[in-house]
């Protein structure tokens, strides 16, 4: 059973451009989360979603920000207008339709850097 | 709003010796779960240990165990027998609303070094 995939796993935009983050869960899963990592800091969490639905996006900017989970295909983290405080580390986590002490699952992370 | 305090930016421990990672966390829930992950150099995050807030009895994963103190909201862990390949960082985090799927909450994490 695969784990969470995410790709790419290093992005480079210029600032102004746009950066699209794929995060695919685990077989069976569908629940996903969306975490950001500051440097030297722990992991924020942004967006929450299930297929075609979000859940709780208390954790997202605003502006420029957009997340989706369509019924078919990967989640999507999307950044308009990149900015060089968007640098950091985005991680995917999915987990079950089960309720219970259940885990997350997290992907290896995409490290998107603004020049 | 649930809030994860990790104090203690950086520990160092002897190889085979034992060290205690503190966590401290702030809620009005009564029934919540409490994670340990590690994330070493490769930034993977990996889940060490959970504890359910209900459970009075400390939970242990091989050398891992945990001292959770809830009317303290203290949830520290302990590694005995430390190896070179437990050097990482280590997140405390906390969920809520165990019925259904919610967000975690992460401490800033603590940089552990092990000296051989």
């Known amino acids: 059973n695969a784990g969470v995939m995410q790709n790419p796993r290093h992005l480079v935009r210029r600032r102004g451009q746009e950066a699209r983050l794929r995060c695919s869960p685990m077989k069976g899963h569908s629940h996903v989360y969306w975490y950001r990592q500051l440097p030297e800091e722990g992991l924020k969490f942004m967006v929450y979603l299930q297929k075609e639905n979000i859940i709780d996006e208390s954790g997202m900017p605003k502006e420029r920000f957009s997340a989706e989970f369509p019924k078919e295909g990967p989640s999507i983290l999307r950044i308009q207008q990149v900015v060089r405080g968007d640098s950091a580390a985005y991680f995917c986590a999915s987990s079950p339709t089960l309720t219970g002490p259940y885990e997350q699952y997290f992907g290896p992370g995409t490290r998107l850097t603004v020049t | 709003a649930q809030t994860v305090t990790q104090s203690q930016p950086e520990m160092s421990v002897q190889e085979a010796e034992t060290v205690t990672l503190s966590c401290t966390y702030d809620t009005s829930e009564s029934d919540y779960y409490l994670f340990w992950y590690k994330q070493p150099p490769s930034r993977q995050m990996i889940l060490v240990i959970r504890?359910?807030?209900?459970?009075?009895q400390n939970a242990t994963e091989n050398r891992f165990s945990v001292n959770f103190q809830k009317a303290a909201k203290s949830f520290s862990l302990k590694i005995s027998d430390s190896q070179l390949g437990d050097a990482a960082m280590y997140f405390c985090?906390?969920?809520?609303?165990?019925?259904?799927?919610?967000?975690?909450?992460f401490g800033k994490g603590i940089t552990l070094s092990v000296r051989p």
């Open positions: 504890q359910e807030a209900y459970k009075q």
């Open positions: 985090a906390y969920r809520s609303d165990p019925g259904a799927n919610s967000k975690l909450t």
